[in-house]
């Protein structure tokens, strides 16, 4: 029978998971106003080490995070729910689940070491497709950077076969926490060596952040060893569940795969455009993919388990993936929606508040600005779609959100070039203006792809989705705070960035949640009576 969504259960692993992610991200963020203050925007250094970090950071993408949940948490967690097992051997449910995990962290310790040892072999290779726009020194320098981190990519793929077997045992908080000491590692890199010519801080940076990778990984395995008491590494592809793990690997590997292809892409069209263009959309990443991570990722990462472990026949599975989903989405948009329209009317608030220091200077905070504000437009589809990819993975198909991915890239690449390119120089803008087009082109493929995923979902399962009366009313909501956060920085200006942020953004936030209390909107109050608790 199927397992009915407990709410209060629900609600509190995605709490954790928030609580992790809003660790690792204020630390992510401290991390990026340190390098903003030493590096600045517009330094062929900068740009050096931001390229050089996405190069490896492919084989984690690849191989990592997503990856893995979408894949093994399927299978691993329905061990768990089901207890003892009859695959391809005979036990418990703990010695089964422990030969899976096993069993998949080898294959994957070894096929991340292969490609670190080939990646570091090949980076002049990859250099040529990766930033065409380099040349010289500032060439070398990446090369010297990405033949660094590569290690530390294979690392960062270690930790999140634990993150894949610390949620499925529900252990969230760690999981998601750990990367605070990744960031804390870089933090003290800068710190120590900021005294060094920029150069020599990217490369000693690059060391740094090698080290991170390690002490999360590290972080995180006493607690995974002592959950799998019969974890065995050892090279089985025989078993049923494994070979499950694989088939699902391959089609979210080459998903994955294709939109690390759209991001390159990007990055390659970014070094194009000038110096400054590449450190620009990377401060501005770490502003636009807050709010996905902090809301998006924890509430897809707390159902992904508990809807890959419902029980019964299609119609009940069924039932509980639409209730677990619907609300799910809502939880998704009462945050996402004022967080794009804090970056389309407050952008200049929080860009300043946050980096403006240092080598970063107001005129920075107003290019990142129109980057992030230009990512606001796909922001609720990319993150609602984290959701309804989950849903998928639940049900044991990779295949739907590949195709729907592919076309999202195809999408994404073909616009991103006619914004960054023949459409600015149509308008007259600077070079530099294309960075602006590469984002918001992304949000209408986002949209895209969202708007296949929900409809073939619900030839499926139901009808899903967000009623529209409750958007009408999270639009009104962050509409109204925005205008009397836009008032209060007319009248105070931004002369002092930190003060001056802490009270726009503090109104805002303070009317978006009155505003909705008083339009009765139920996440609202369920919200507030977390944090009463």
């Known amino acids: ?256 795969g294709v939109v690390q292809i759209s991001a390159y892409v990007d990055q390659a069209l970014a070094t194009l455009l000038g110096t400054g263009a590449m450190t620009a959309m990377t401060t501005a990443q770490s502003l636009y993919t807050l709010p996905v991570s902090l809301f998006g990722m924890s509430v897809s990462a707390a159902e992904l388990p508990a809807m890959s472990s419902a029980l019964g026949d299609p119609a009940q599975v069924a039932l509980a993936l639409r209730l677990r989903l619907n609300r799910g989405l809502r939880q998704i948009a009462f945050f996402i929606v004022p967080s794009a329209m804090a970056f389309l009317a407050l952008g200049d608030v929080i860009t300043a508040m946050l980096y403006v220091g240092g080598r970063f200077t107001r005129a920075d905070a107003a290019y990142v600005w129109a980057i992030v504000g230009g990512s606001a437009i796909g922001l609720l589809a990319s993150t609602m779609g984290r959701l309804y990819a989950s849903t998928y993975y639940a049900l044991r198909d990779t295949r739907t959100p590949l195709r729907f991915a592919v076309l999202r890239v195809g999408l994404t690449i073909l616009l991103g070039y006619l914004c960054a390119f023949p459409l600015r120089r149509w308008i007259g803008l600077d070079p530099q203006w294309g960075a602006v087009g590469l984002t918001a082109s992304a949000g209408v493929a986002g949209w895209v792809e969202f708007t296949l995923l929900r409809r073939t979902l619900n030839r499926r399962i139901g009808p899903t989705g967000l009623p529209f009366a409750l958007v009408v009313r999270l639009w009104a909501a962050a509409a109204v705070s925005a205008a009397s956060g836009w008032a209060v920085k007319s009248a105070i200006g931004l002369d002092h960035p930190v003060r001056a942020g802490l009270l726009i953004l503090g109104v805002y936030g303070v009317l978006y949640f009155a505003v909705t209390y008083l339009m009765r909107v139920e996440e609202c109050a369920g919200t507030l009576r977390r944090l009463r608790r």
């Open 1 to 256: 029978m199927a397992r009915a969504p407990h709410p209060e259960s629900a609600g509190r692993h995605a709490f954790l998971v928030g609580a992790g992610i809003l660790l690792s991200r204020i630390m992510g963020l401290v991390r990026q106003r340190v390098f903003s203050h030493y590096f600045g925007i517009f330094s062929d250094p900068a740009d050096a080490f931001n390229s050089a970090l996405r190069v490896p950071n492919f084989l984690q993408n690849l191989f990592g995070e997503g990856v893995l949940s979408a894949s093994f948490i399927p299978v691993y967690a329905r061990l768990l729910a089901e207890g003892p097992v009859s695959g391809s051997g005979s036990g418990s449910g703990d010695e089964e689940s422990g030969r899976v995990a096993g069993a998949v962290g080898a294959i994957l310790a070894l096929g991340t070491s292969l490609i670190v040892l080939v990646g570091v072999l090949a980076t002049p290779y990859l250099m040529l497709v990766i930033a065409p726009g380099y040349h010289g020194e500032k060439r070398e320098l990446t090369i010297l950077l990405v033949r660094i981190l590569f290690p530390g990519a294979g690392l960062l793929v270690c930790s999140a076969w634990c993150l894949g077997i610390l949620n499925s045992h529900r252990k969230f908080f760690l999981s998601y926490s750990a990367p605070v000491i990744w960031n804390a590692a870089m933090i003290a890199t800068m710190l120590v060596f900021r005294r060094l010519n920029l150069s020599a801080l990217a490369v000693k940076l690059a060391w740094g952040t090698v080290i991170g990778s390690a002490l999360q990984f590290g972080v995180q395995l006493p607690t995974v060893l002592r959950l799998l008491r019969k974890l065995r590494l050892h090279l089985d592809t025989r078993n049923s569940h494994v070979r499950e793990v694989i088939r699902n690997f391959a089609p979210v590997s080459i998903s994955r």
